[in-house]
Structures are given as structure tokens and as C-alpha cells.
């Protein structure tokens, strides 16, 4: 936490912006002639030199600045003559080696709102871990395999039909078999038998009794029974019955039935008793 919070404290602050176009510098003039500086404690090229002094292997109280920018002013004024932006590079890490320095040498400053020398020292550390851990990734992303170049997706997918042909084997007798099977499933019904009113042959019975002395002549016997009937569903039930007692009144000597032709009405009267004559 008090890295990150030492880096945000040098973002802030426009001086430390360096460390940005240090690094771009040395990127640039390590491909070109190089300034080699030899002063108290080191001696090889100025890149070198800052790159010691991020990790903290060069003791920059010990160098002197003075000729360091003496060997530095020197080598400028040769690379002026084959090209402005070298010096310019080099300016750009001398200035950073200068301002560390001064840093690190400047005693302690009681104002918390700006870093000490060692955490400039320790939010360059910082930085560097984390362009490092950058350029690190950035090298396996371009190592990866390229769309387009070493890896190409397939086109598009081919539109394919399953067709299922199903072979049946069965002989005359499995066909039959399996079709009355299936029509016994079809054919199968529940039968609910309704309970049905039945009249009775002796109600039948006091019924016709009832209509002896209405029937003198000849009359179809239905006639008389539809005023009785409350239901058409007990008619056939009726009709037999009372057809059922007249028969038994006829045998009884009663009443009297005819019937013209078959399914014709049946026609019933009652019996007239003729007076007895004296001898």
C-alpha cells in the first residue's frame, strides 16, 4: 500500500513525469552510440547507470554529479553532429540521474505532501516491476498465433439430415395378431344399465277395471292410457303391461279384444252380460 500510494503522490506532481520518456529514452538510444561515463563508483554506459540505480545496485551518494555532467556535455556536443534527438535521449536520463541524486542528498523534509528520496527510490522500483511484468505480456501476446495468419476458423457449418429408414419384419399371422389387438382396445366400452320404471301388472290390472264400464264399444286401448303416461320413457313399459292384464281379464271373461292385422291397434270393449229369461 505505501507503493501504490507513493506512485500516485509522484503522478501528481508534473516533475516526475520523466519517468515515462526515460524509459521511451533508453528504448531509443540503445541502438546508438552510446555515453560512457566513468566517475567515482561506476564506470560504462549512462543507460547502465540509471538501470543500476532503479534496482538500487549503484550508490548514486557516491557518484559525482559534477563529472557526470562533464563527461555528459562532452559527449552531446559530438552527438549534436550526428543527430539532435540522441542528445536529446541522453538529456533525458541525465536529468533523472541529477534529480534522484539531489533527493537522496537533500535532508529529510517535515512536509508530509512530498515523497522522501527513498520513496521516490522505491515508486521508481515499482514502476519498473510493473513495465517490466507490461512488456513481459505484450511479448506472449504477439508470440500467440494470429487469426488470419497461423490460425483460420472453419467456414461454414455443413447442413446435414439424419434420415432414419426403419425395416420391419413380421409374418401375416404377427399383422392380424397386432390389428385385432388394437380394435379389441377400441371396441372396449363400459355398458351402465339405467334403472327403467316398471308398472306393475296390478296396477295395469286397476286400471282396466276402472275403465269397464266407460268401454261399451269397441275403443283402441291405447287411447285410455295416455293421460296416465308422465314419462315417454315408460310407455313401453306401460303398454305391456295393461296389454298383459287384458289378457288375463279376457280370460276371465271381462272384456273383449281385437286386433285387425298384426302391429294394428288393439281395440277392447267390456263384456255385456245378456238379462236371463224365465221358463
Known sequence: MAELETTEKIADDGSFDLLSSVHSAEERASSDPQLVVDVEGFEGPLDLLLGLARTQKVDLARISILELVEQYLEFVAEARRMRLELAADYLVMAAWLAFLKSKLLLPEQR?????????????????????????????????????GRE?????????????????????????????????????????????????????????LTKLVGRISEWAPLNGYLREYLYDNKDWATIVASTFSASLEMVREGQVEIRQGEPFSPVYIRSVTKEPEHGS
Not at 517490466?132 to 500467440?144: N, T
Not at 371396441?187 to 290390472?205: G, I
Open 111 to 147: 512536509d508530509e505532501d512530498e515523497p522522501t528520496g527513498e520513496e521516490l527510490a522505491a515508486a521508481l522500483a515499482f514502476r519498473l516491476r510493473r513495465l517490466e511484468a507490461m512488456r513481459e505480456v505484450s511479448e506472449k501476446l504477439m508470440i500467440r498465433s494470429r487469426q
Open 151 to 207: 490460425v483460420f476458423h472453419r467456414g461454414e457449418p455443413e447442413t446435414m439430415s439424419v434420415q432414419h429408414n426403419s425395416i420391419w419384419e413380421a409374418s401375416v399371422y404377427d399383422l392380424l395378431s397386432a390389428y385385432a389387438t388394437q380394435r379389441q382396445r377400441q371396441s372396449v366400452t363400459s355398458v351402465r344399465v339405467l334403472r327403467r320404471t316398471v308398472w306393475s301388472l296390478q296396477e295395469a290390472r286397476e286400471l
